[in-house]
């Protein structure tokens, strides 16, 4: 039995490119909005563009922050991608302008990691284009994956600090992989059974079916 | 590391059908934008981007089609630019699989309507395709010298080519697709003084276009501040290969993918 992989539609991005790289993985992909079917999944896609205030009132009002929430607290596998990863924060800074002082609205984010996602402070914004990782040790993500191989981003923000620290040495380590563009930032999390990309792996040729098909191998 | 330059090969899609002569051996259909797609994307191009220069509203459904059909089968992002005129294009263009949506000349006419689309579909989806040249004698000046033309060149604006690519980043243009008409077809290289003047100016990424023919032509834009370089006939005619750019840019030192 293929797995069952469920992109949630909640109004945000080009979808169509997220399902038909999910299938090339062999796993039965449907698109939808529906939260039995995104609950019921073994495993839950969650895209997104554009702004975090947006994206993150677009996610509540389709219940995608508690769909979410329920599927972690049950182990059950999450796959956020781009701002679909950077909602899974605290919160998101949106500012006119990068430098201090200027006008900036903070929204509050799914809370699943803590941690902010700010304005990237690099010389050329947004990061477009394609970019080298460095991902940890032991990552089931990136297996495969050689020093060279990029990934294509499109993004003006960020985390750019990773605030999480596991005091309990039972608990496993979150797997962070860092990028870098003006400054390091966090280009993918594996965490339990949450995992996060900032980069888009569906429209990352080859090297991005390659993380797809890692995560849908661990569904 | 930081982030590769792209090589970016630009096809011109009429009602369904690759325009402007493509010459490649091996293709069941040279016409046919979604095998070529497939053949660049082999070749290694970091995206693809189709101008979409059908003229009848009637056949846009194609154009749909045709984006459709290429997002379906490969994998790197899509550029679709040509006729946009409403947030309900870039919808319509975004559903069928684009990831990006060139505007030109009805920004120009109106331009609320890049605020417009960055608010309702985030700014990094909106390319801004501006065709400059140079003022010409007995035109009408402007600070810079460069202004900002219409129909393939052939129209003055008036406008400040350098003025109106700062206003448009801040407008919420995620990227400017800046189009050389002087060197347009000259095939003697990009206008490296155009994309210095806007360089100095924006600080979202720049793709040069216009000009090249020859494999050395792409190192110098890069380093006059270009992120990303575009071509269409050198390419569709096999002069060189996007590898044999990859090439070169790598040998002058820029990161390539």
């Given amino acids: ?219 | 590391m930081s982030v590769a330059v792209r090589v970016i090969p630009c096809l011109d899609v009429d009602a369904g059908r690759v325009v402007k002569g493509v010459n490649f051996e091996n293709l069941r259909d040279a016409g046919d934008p979604v095998e070529l797609a497939g053949t660049y994307d082999a070749d290694g191009a970091d995206e693809l981007t189709f101008l979409d220069v059908t003229a009848s509203s009637g056949d846009r459904e194609t154009t749909y089609d045709v984006v459709r059909r290429t997002a379906d089968q490969v994998f790197i992002p899509l550029t679709v630019g040509g006729g946009v005129r409403t947030t309900d294009d870039v919808d319509r263009l975004l559903r069928a699989g684009a990831d990006k949506v060139g505007v030109n000349t009805a920004a120009i006419a109106r331009p609320e309507l890049i605020g417009e689309i960055a608010e309702r579909f985030g700014r990094q989806v909106l390319v801004l395709s501006a065709d400059v040249r140079r003022v010409r004698e007995g035109g009408q000046p402007t600070p810079s010298g460069f202004e900002v033309t219409t129909h393939g060149g052939r129209r003055s604006t008036g406008i400040d080519a350098l003025e109106w690519c700062e206003r448009a980043a801040g407008l919420g243009a995620g990227e400017i697709l800046l189009n050389s008409m002087d060197a347009d077809g000259t095939k003697e290289g990009f206008d490296l003084e155009l994309i210095r003047s806007v360089r100095a100016r924006v600080e979202v990424p720049l793709i040069a276009s216009g000009g090249a023919g020859a494999v050395e032509h792409f190192a110098p834009a890069v380093a006059a501040g270009a992120d990303a370089v575009l071509a269409a006939t050198v390419f569709h005619f096999g002069q060189f290969t996007i590898a044999d750019v990859k090439k070169s840019l790598r040998e002058a030192g820029h990161p390539v993918r």
């Fill in chain 1, 1 to 219: 039995m293929p797995s069952r992989v469920v992109v949630l539609d909640y109004g945000s991005g080009n979808l169509r490119s997220a399902q038909r790289a999910m299938e090339r993985t062999g796993a039965d992909v449907t698109v939808t909005s529906d939260p039995h079917a995104a609950l019921d999944a073994d495993g839950l896609v969650v895209p997104g563009v554009g702004a975090f205030s947006s994206c993150m009132s677009s996610l509540r009002a389709a219940g995608g922050d508690r769909i979410i929430g329920r599927r972690v607290a049950g182990g059950r596998p999450v796959l956020g991608i781009c701002v679909g990863m950077q909602v899974l924060f605290d919160r998101g800074v949106e500012r006119t302008d990068p430098r201090p002082g200027a006008e900036e609205e903070v929204t509050e984010g799914c809370g699943e990691w803590p941690g902010t996602v700010d304005r990237l402070r690099a010389p050329i914004v947004p990061h477009m284009g394609w970019n080298t990782v460095r991902p940890p040790e032991d990552t089931r993500l990136f297996a495969g994956i050689g020093p060279q191989d990029r990934f294509y981003f499109v993004h003006s923000y960020a985390v750019r600090e990773w605030e999480f620290v596991a005091t309990n040495e039972r608990i496993p380590r979150p797997k962070v992989t860092w990028a870098e563009h003006g400054e390091p930032f966090v280009a993918a999390v594996e965490n339990g059974p949450l995992w996060a990309t900032q980069f888009h792996p569906e429209k990352s040729g080859d090297a991005g079916a390659r993380i797809l098909a890692n995560w849908v191998d661990t569904l």
